[in-house]
């Protein structure tokens, strides 16, 4: 029977990739991560031991704890975090339980050191289109909900990320970009392990729109006709990608929840009640 105190791994993969999705803690001991150095899409690193301390940066939120197994660790720093104002329950089965489901993870050796603890920084040319909004709502869903974009003049990049210590994206020839045929959001969900049906189908209708290839899904003409529409809505750059947040909400709910739905006004028989 589930404990009061937790969460199935069920329900907070549905949570995973919203808006809703609670703070996620992995308090895993250091030889639990070393065996397994990867994350639950979203987490972020931190000692049990240091509980008191990192505690009120997360005062009047809700949390999910993640230890190995779902036991003491993550009970314990659950219990504490509600000693806080927490709203926080630990992970049922913890770690162990999450991954022998077959769901996905996050291979920290990919993730900018920041990224780990949340707060990283990622920088790319301004004004933004399609990857260059699909890639930061990919980030803060599934990495770091606390990263931080910065937009600026295209050959700025390479040396505003060298200054500012900011991870480049989707620009010529850095580790996160296009290759072939893939758009910088394909790279991004196959290195960072969230190969699942829905995000897949997701970056299909991205790379479609990113690389002018209408016929990958009937779906992309859509998301070109929407970027482009918000891209001469907002002159703020961070202002379009906080309206493009919604967007690939909207997108990422429907592949993973709506593909099969159909819509249709019907119209009223001729003798029958409108």
């Known amino acids: 029977m589930p404990s009061p105190t937790t969460i199935s791994i069920d329900k907070l993969a549905r949570l995973i990739g919203t808006p809703q999705c609670p703070t996620l803690i992995d308090v895993r001991t250091e030889e639990d991560f070393s065996a397994d150095p990867r994350l639950v899409p979203g987490s972020n690193r931190r000692s049990h031991q240091d509980v008191r301390d990192w505690s009120g940066t997360i005062a009047g939120k ?41 769901l996905p993870a996050v291979p920290v050796d990919r993730l900018p050191q920041a990224a780990a603890l949340g707060g990283s920084v990622w ?94 899904a009937p779906e992309v003409p859509g998301l070109l006709a929407a970027s482009l529409g918000l891209s001469r809505m907002f002159t703020d750059d961070l202002a379009q990608l906080e309206a493009g947040m919604i967007l690939y909400d909207a997108f990422y709910r429907w592949c993973r929840d709506a593909t099969d739905e159909r819509h249709n006004w019907p119209s009223a028989k001729a003798g029958g009640a409108r």
Do not use: Y
């Open 123 to 216: 920088v790319t040319r301004a004004r933004p289109k399609i990857d260059r909004i699909a890639c930061p709502w990919l980030i803060r869903r599934f990495i770091d909900p606390q990263a931080v974009f910065l937009f600026v003049a295209p050959q700025e990049v390479a040396a505003v990320g060298e200054r500012f210590d900011a991870v480049p994206f989707d620009i010529e020839d850095v580790f996160w970009s296009h290759r072939g045929e893939l758009c910088t959001f394909d790279v991004m969900v196959e290195e960072f392990g969230l190969t699942t049906e829905p995000l897949l189908h997701l970056a299909a209708i991205v790379r479609g729109a990113d690389t002018a290839q209408p016929d990958l």
């Open 62 to 102: 809700t949390a999910i704890v993640i230890c190995q197994q779902g036991k003491k660790l993550s009970e314990g720093a659950a219990a504490w975090l509600r000693n806080k104002g927490v709203a926080a329950e630990g992970l049922e089965g913890g770690f162990e339980a999450w991954t022998a489901a077959g």
